[in-house]
């Protein structure tokens, strides 16, 4: 008799988790899918400063320059992965403590002063627009693409 008691515990224990791993599993698939809806490209060395200026003469580029060790850049970040990107723009990301020296470079070749978190819209090889810290968000990105 205590034996089918302890078997029915362990098969309701076993049911139990059956049921939280499958919720598990949702709560993961839906993180992945809601994750990020930005599709960054990596800028990780000053020569693509150039393709930028070139490519902004068709559509506009946007860099953020973003502090790994930064929470208000964290989340800067974060906001913008929340939102839907818009197409008609390219998305930098640079990360600024391993890349300073392409930080420099961008505060020399765009006429702005280093910030971080950051960005910056590139138009006709030019910086149009920047915004910093709690400013950043994409419906003023969005806003200014016109």
């Given amino acids: 008799m205590l034996y089918l008691h302890v078997f029915r515990q362990l098969n309701n224990i076993i049911n139990d988790i059956t049921a939280i791993d499958t919720a598990l599993l949702v709560i993961r698939l839906a993180m992945r899918k809601f994750a990020s809806l930005m599709t960054w490209i990596a800028l990780t060395e000053e020569q693509q400063l150039n393709t930028i200026k070139d490519q902004s003469l068709g559509q506009p580029v946007v860099i953020f320059k973003h502090s790994t060790r930064c929470s208000i850049s964290s989340m800067a970040k974060n906001r913008l992965e929340r939102e839907q990107a818009p197409e008609n723009a390219l998305f930098y990301y640079l990360d600024l403590i391993k890349y300073r020296p392409v930080s420099n470079k961008i505060a020399?070749?765009?006429?702005?002063?280093?910030?971080?978190?950051?960005?910056?819209l590139i138009r006709n090889?030019?910086?149009?627009?920047?915004?910093?810290?709690n400013g950043i968000s994409m419906g003023e990105i969005i806003e200014q693409l016109g």
């Fill in 108 to 120: 020399e070749d765009f006429s702005v002063h280093h910030e971080s978190p950051q960005i910056l």
């Fill in 125 to 133: 090889g030019e910086c149009v627009y920047e915004e910093s810290h």
